[in-house]
T-cell receptor, first 114, second 112 residues
Framework: AQSVSQHNHHVILSEAASLELGCNYS??????LFWYVQYPGQHLQLLLK??????LVKGIKGFEAEFIKSKFSFNLRKPSVQWSDTAEYFC????????????FGDGTTLTVKP | KAGVTQTPRYLIKTRGQQVTLSCSPI?????VSWYQQTPGQGLQFLFE???????NKGNFPGRFSGRQFSNSRSEMNVSTLELGDSALYLC???????????FGPGTRLLVL
């Protein structure tokens, strides 16, 4: 069974600080990887995704993530956070053998202080 | 294109009742998945339908069921509601089974 682990439950940063949120997954086969963001009172939105190709993927709002296959990791990064990035971030994985089923991490709540 | 829509947005029920939630996917999307989101358990997969067939099922009791219609719209039913069923129920659709899922705003269910 696939599983996703997000290392940080709650991260607090000041504006302009750099962000890195850890995500590790457990699955032996081919996976697709996603980061979603849920702003307060809003629904889940896709930040970025990795299916294949360049392991460094860029998403919306200046976010990027790097897939490291040997480490089963897909960490999310942003060089300089803004107050508006305050939200909950979810890492998710799907596999080709369980299409349509996303397995989510527990989420990381990011609070950015102005 | 319009996004994924879910109705109703909010619902209050009492223990023992049953509830039906509805999801309309993005036009052209044939895969619809349902998730339960709670503070304690996070986001958990319920089931996925593709072309009116259930393709995947999560680890939920049989009280949770669903179906998909020929127009790809989906419904989820929970019978004999329990307090622990209080949650945000999210629906997601995708064009193909392995493509990106797009989420709706959810239905917030409160069981009293």
């Amino acid at each position: 069974a696939q599983s996703v682990s997000q290392h940080n439950h709650h991260v607090i940063l000041s504006e302009a600080a750099s962000l890195e949120l850890g995500c590790n997954y457990s699955y032996g086969g081919t996976v697709n990887l996603f980061w979603y963001v849920q702003y307060p009172g809003q629904h889940l939105q896709l930040l970025l995704k990795y299916f294949s190709g360049d392991p460094l993927v860029k998403g919306i709002k200046g976010f990027e993530a790097e897939f490291i296959k040997s480490k089963f990791s897909f960490n999310l990064r942003k060089p300089s956070v803004q107050w508006s990035d305050t939200a909950e971030y979810f890492c998710a994985v799907t596999s080709n053998t369980n299409a349509g089923k996303s397995t989510f991490g527990d989420g990381t709540t990011l609070t950015v202080k102005p | 294109k319009a996004g994924v829509t879910q109705t109703p947005r909010y619902l209050i029920k009492t223990r023992g009742q049953q509830v039906t939630l509805s999801c309309s996917p993005i036009s052209g999307h044939r895969s619809v998945s349902w998730y339960q989101q709670t503070p304690g358990q996070g986001l958990q997969f319920l089931f996925e339908y593709f072309s009116e067939t259930q393709r995947n099922k999560g680890n939920f009791p049989g009280r949770f069921s669903g179906r998909q219609f020929s127009n790809s719209r989906s419904e989820m039913n929970v019978s004999t509601l329990e307090l622990g069923d209080s949650a945000l129920y999210l629906c997601a659709s995708s064009a193909l089974q392995q493509e990106t899922q797009y989420f709706g705003p959810g239905t917030r269910l409160l069981v009293l």
